[in-house]
């Protein structure tokens, strides 16, 4: 884990926003990471990040639990709207996601809008409970160290290599409805792989 982003690759630095700002924020150096391609994640992360669905229902599926939201941080200026977020296991609590959003609440009805900023359900649950038609665009997947942070929230100890990727969801019109990094925690053999 030696390589950190750069200015000199400003893709890469959108690989890491929202997430960067949080960090900034809490005075806090972004973790040890990389961007790679999606045929360098390894399974079983290739198989969750590597797609162009919704993370929510990927999420459930894979573990075969719902999901919800805990917020740990937020911003609001405006119409953009910033959560730092875990999501958790319905079941056990487990922690599945870590990671940060940007909203532009602009872009939605007033009823989905409410619903977002009530801070109860992941926001795939609320596009689809909506039917908001919209897309999935990764544009980045990461290779990480966890830190002090991550491994908080995440129920980690020690040092670990994790995966994540950077996406966006857009609306028919190609407008950006929300900005996403989402890491996960390492895959133990209770879900019948290794790690």
């Known amino acids: 884990m030696q390589t950190t982003l750069t200015q000199s690759k ?13 960090y900034a924020s809490a005075g806090l150096a972004l973790p040890p990471l990389t961007q790679i ?9 290739k198989t969750l990040l590597v797609h162009r669905n919704d993370m929510t229902p990927t999420l459930e599926k ?3 639990q719902r999901i919800h939201l805990r917020v ?11 959560r730092q977020v875990t999501l958790v296991l319905d079941g056990d609590g487990q922690p599945v996601e870590f990671g940060a959003i940007k909203i532009n609440l602009d872009l939605f009805t007033q009823a989905v809008r409410e619903q977002i900023l009530a801070e109860e359900r992941p926001l795939g649950h609320i596009l689809a409970e909506h039917a908001v038609p919209h897309r999935s665009r990764p544009s980045g997947y990461l290779r990480l160290a966890s830190d002090p942070l991550i491994n908080e929230v995440l129920k980690l100890t020690g040092a670990q290599v994790l995966f994540g ?4 969801l857009l609306d028919p019109k190609d ?8 890491i996960l925690p390492p895959i133990g053999k ?4 290794t790690e």
């Open 10 to 22: 400003p893709f890469e630095l959108k690989a890491t926003h929202p997430l960067d700002e949080f």
């Open 37 to 45: 391609d999606g045929e360098e994640v390894p399974e079983p992360y």
């Open 72 to 82: 740990l941080k937020r911003e609001r200026k405006g119409d953009q709207y910033c």
């Open 62 to 64: 894979f573990h075969q």
């Open 175 to 182: 407008r950006i409805l929300a900005e996403i990094v989402e």
């Open 190 to 193: 209770k879900h019948g792989k």
């Open 165 to 168: 990727r950077h996406n966006d």
